[in-house]
C-alpha cells in the first residue's frame, strides 16, 4: 500500500513543500529554475574568466610602462651622478663650468619628470588592475605605491578583489530562493 503524498506551493518562489515521514518540510523545485540558475551560473563564470583575461593583458601592458618609465629614471640618476662627479673634479674655465651646471639641473629636472612619470603610471596601473579607488593612492610615494600593490596581490583571488567586495564565491548564494538567483544571473538584481 503506497503512502500518499501531500504538498503545497510556496507562492514566493514556486516550490514545491511536502512533508515527510518526520513532519519536516522538504523542498522541491522546478527543473527549469534549476536550469536558470546553472545557466547564469555559467554566464557568470565566463564574465570571470574574461574579466581575469582583461587584467591579465592590463597588467602586462602596465609591466611594460613602467619598465620603460624606470629605465628612464635610472639614465637620468645617472646623468646627474656624472655630471655632479665632473662638476666637483673640473678645474676648466669658467664657461665650461656653467656648461655643466645647466646639463646637470637638465639632467635633474629631467629625473623629476621621470619620476613623477614612473609614479603616474604605477599609480594608473594599481587602479586599473585592483580597481581600487584613486583616494587610496594619494601621498602614496613608489615605495608606498610598491607595498599597497604588493597587499593588494595577496588579498586578490580569482572571481574578484576581496578588498572592494569581489569574489564571495557560493556563499553569496546561500539563502536566496531559486527565483532570486535567476535574477541575479541575468542581472535584474
Known sequence: ????????????????IV??????????TKESDLLAVKGSRD??????????????????????????????????????????????????TAAELEKLRAELETAKEAGK????????????????????????LEGKDLDGLRTFEEVLKSITGPGGNYAIGGGGGASTLEGKSPRELAAMGYGNK
Open 43 to 92: 554566464a557568470l563564470q565566463a564574465k570571470i574568466d574574461a574579466a581575469d583575461k582583461d587584467n591579465g593583458k592590463a597588467e602586462a601592458e602596465s609591466a611594460e610602462k613602467l619598465e620603460a618609465a624606470h629605465q628612464k629614471t635610472l639614465k637620468a640618476e645617472a646623468d646627474v651622478e656624472r655630471l655632479s662627479g665632473e662638476i666637483a673634479k673640473h678645474t676648466g
Open 19 to 28: 512533508k515527510d515521514s518526520e513532519g519536516k518540510d522538504i523542498r522541491y
Open 1 to 16: 500500500m503506497a503512502n500518499e503524498v501531500t504538498g503545497t506551493v510556496d507562492d514566493k518562489d514556486g516550490t514545491l
Open 113 to 136: 619628470s621621470t619620476a613623477t612619470e614612473l609614479l603616474e603610471l604605477k599609480k594608473t596601473s594599481i587602479i586599473s588592475i585592483y580597481k581600487v579607488k584613486p583616494e587610496a
